[in-house]
């Protein structure tokens, strides 16, 4: 059994199957809607959430509390554990901070806190990339110096089919808003530095899902890639996007996943992405 122990954020998006026999943990991300507080995936879902802006409500997230990680972190550093915990972009969300308080309050050094520079699966790769290293008895340096190269290879993009729900979260101003309706632009979000940025812009929809399709088989020319598409309540076209890559491009793995609730509380319903990197870094 291994002695390192992963934890990340709800943020990450872990498809379930993927990681259901992995040393992981997850600390749930707050969506704050009605004058309630509610804990990803324990009392909201994505489908929770889907509903609500259904409903005309429009809610608004928060980073789990010091406590949250706390009541995770100490029961594996009591049963000798040592945790890794990597977790959403320190760029976007004070969730690496609230991580420090709680590791603060145990023993030094049983805990180790890796800013993934990332969120959805960029976040979630790495946990799981670290996760199935621990599996096979590697020591933490050397996961830690995986994770690093995961980070830096990894590209992210993500097509939005409206900016309204950027607009009220606050992520863009109202002129980018109000210029992406008007022109009906959409556009294509990218992570740079730990920093979500708008990457490109496009006047139609099948245009933005074309030019994502063109960045992954420009990557793959090189090496066959680890991908995973995400999506917010679009199964369907989820699954068609995965299907234009499977046949153009060369996926040593890949997984399909809805985003987060907390994420899906940004772009709204409709969201589809892609994360990728060379498969040659993930565990052999």
């Given at each position: 059994m291994s002695q390192i122990h992963i934890v990340t954020d709800s943020a990450a998006s872990l498809p379930i199957a993927a990681i259901e026999h992995l040393p992981i943990s997850i600390v749930p991300m707050y969506v704050q809607a009605d004058?309630?507080?509610l804990r990803e995936g324990v009392n909201i879902?994505?489908?929770?959430?889907?509903?609500?802006?259904?409903?005309?409500?429009?809610?608004?997230?928060?980073?789990?509390?010091p406590g949250d990680f706390l009541e995770i972190f100490q029961p594996l550093v009591e049963q000798g554990k040592q945790v890794l915990a990597i977790l959403v972009t320190s760029k976007a969300s004070g969730t690496c901070d609230s991580a420090r308080i709680a590791a603060d309050m145990l023993p030094k050094?049983?805990?180790?806190?890796?800013?993934?520079?990332?969120?959805?699966?960029g976040t979630g790769w790495q946990a799981i990339a670290a996760a199935e290293a621990a599996?096979?008895?590697?020591?933490?340096?050397?996961?830690?110096?995986?994770?690093?190269?995961?980070?830096?290879?990894?590209?992210?993009?993500?097509?939005?089919?409206?900016?309204?729900?950027?607009?009220?979260?606050?992520?863009?101003?109202?002129?980018?808003?109000?210029?992406?309706?008007?022109?009906?632009?959409k556009v294509i979000l990218s992570i740079e530095n730990g920093e979500?940025?708008?990457?490109?812009?496009?006047?139609?929809?099948?245009?933005?899902v074309t030019r994502m399709v063109d960045a992954v088989q420009a990557a793959a020319a090189a090496e066959p890639l680890a991908v995973a598409v995400h999506h917010t309540d679009a199964?369907?076209?989820?699954?068609?996007?995965?299907?234009k890559l499977h046949s153009r491009v060369e996926i040593a793995r890949g997984y399909i996943t809805e985003l987060s609730a907390a994420l899906g509380v940004h772009g709204g319903p409709g969201m589809l992405g892609v994360v990728y990197f060379p498969a040659r870094l993930l565990p052999s």
């Amino acid at each position: 059994m291994s002695q390192i122990h992963i934890v990340t954020d709800s943020a990450a998006s872990l498809p379930i199957a993927a990681i259901e026999h992995l040393p992981i943990s997850i600390v749930p991300m707050y969506v704050q809607a009605d004058k309630q507080s509610l804990r990803e995936g324990v009392n909201i879902d994505s489908a929770g959430l889907y509903d609500l802006f259904r409903r005309g409500i429009l809610p608004s997230t928060s980073q789990p509390a010091p406590g949250d990680f706390l009541e995770i972190f100490q029961p594996l550093v009591e049963q000798g554990k040592q945790v890794l915990a990597i977790l959403v972009t320190s760029k976007a969300s004070g969730t690496c901070d609230s991580a420090r308080i709680a590791a603060d309050m145990l023993p030094k050094g049983a805990v180790t806190i890796f800013d993934s520079a990332s969120t959805g699966m960029g976040t979630g790769w790495q946990a799981i990339a670290a996760a199935e290293a621990a599996l096979a008895g590697r020591p933490l340096p050397e996961i830690v110096s995986r994770l690093e190269a995961i980070r830096s290879h990894t590209q992210v993009r993500v097509a939005l089919p409206t900016l309204k729900y950027l607009q009220r979260s606050g992520r863009v101003n109202l002129a980018q808003a109000l210029l992406g309706g008007l022109l009906n632009i959409k556009v294509i979000l990218s992570i740079e530095n730990g920093e979500v940025l708008p990457h490109d812009k496009v006047r139609s929809w099948q245009g933005a899902v074309t030019r994502m399709v063109d960045a992954v088989q420009a990557a793959a020319a090189a090496e066959p890639l680890a991908v995973a598409v995400h999506h917010t309540d679009a199964p369907q076209a989820a699954a068609d996007f995965y299907a234009k890559l499977h046949s153009r491009v060369e996926i040593a793995r890949g997984y399909i996943t809805e985003l987060s609730a907390a994420l899906g509380v940004h772009g709204g319903p409709g969201m589809l992405g892609v994360v990728y990197f060379p498969a040659r870094l993930l565990p052999s």
